[in-house]
């Protein structure tokens, strides 16, 4: 069984700042996929960004040059620096994580944690 504990969501202003931490807990394999997805209210949820074990990443376009996702593999943990943040990326911020094979194939199901939510307003 995987466990994702996602946590450092909250009210921030517009321009501000917010840093989300996930925390992966049980039988993690050595190759995976770790991050951030998006939810809107009455929109789908969206990619925001994904970091392998390896180090590659993968952005939303709106948000490239204002967040940085990174991990730490060791304690099996995902962050999400938010900067710059707008109104718009107001959402409920979901952990993700994926297995994948040593050629970086997805293997298994899709693991999530239980959201925590962002609020951009002044």
Same mark, same amino acid.
């Given at each position: 069984?995987?466990?994702?504990?996602?946590?450092?969501?909250?009210?921030?202003?517009?321009?501000?700042?917010?840093?989300?931490?996930?925390?992966? @807990?049980?039988?993690?394999?050595?190759?995976? !996929?770790?991050?951030? =997805?998006?939810?809107?209210?009455?929109?789908?949820?969206? /990619? &925001?960004?994904?970091?392998?074990?390896?180090?590659?990443?993968?952005?939303?376009?709106?948000?490239?040059?204002?967040?940085?996702?990174?991990?730490?593999?060791?304690?099996?943990?995902?962050?999400?620096?938010?900067? @710059?943040?707008?109104?718009?990326?107001?959402? !409920?911020?979901?952990? =993700?994580?994926?297995?994948?094979?040593?050629?970086?194939? /997805? &293997?298994?199901?899709?693991?999530?944690?239980?959201?925590?939510?962002?609020?951009?307003?002044?």
């Amino acid at each position: 069984q995987v466990q994702l504990v996602e946590s450092g969501g909250g009210l921030v202003q517009p321009g501000g700042s917010l840093r989300l931490s996930c925390a992966a @807990s049980g039988n993690i394999l050595r190759f995976n !996929v770790m991050g951030w =997805y998006r939810q809107a209210p009455e929109k789908d949820r969206e /990619l &925001v960004a994904t970091i392998t074990t390896t180090g590659s990443t993968n952005y939303l376009d709106s948000v490239k040059g204002r967040f940085g996702i990174s991990r730490d593999n060791d304690k099996d943990e995902v962050y999400l620096q938010m900067s @710059s943040l707008k109104p718009e990326d107001t959402a !409920v911020y979901f952990c =993700y994580l994926r297995f994948q094979t040593a050629t970086g194939i /997805l &293997v298994g199901e899709t693991h999530w944690g239980q959201g925590t939510q962002v609020t951009v307003s002044s």
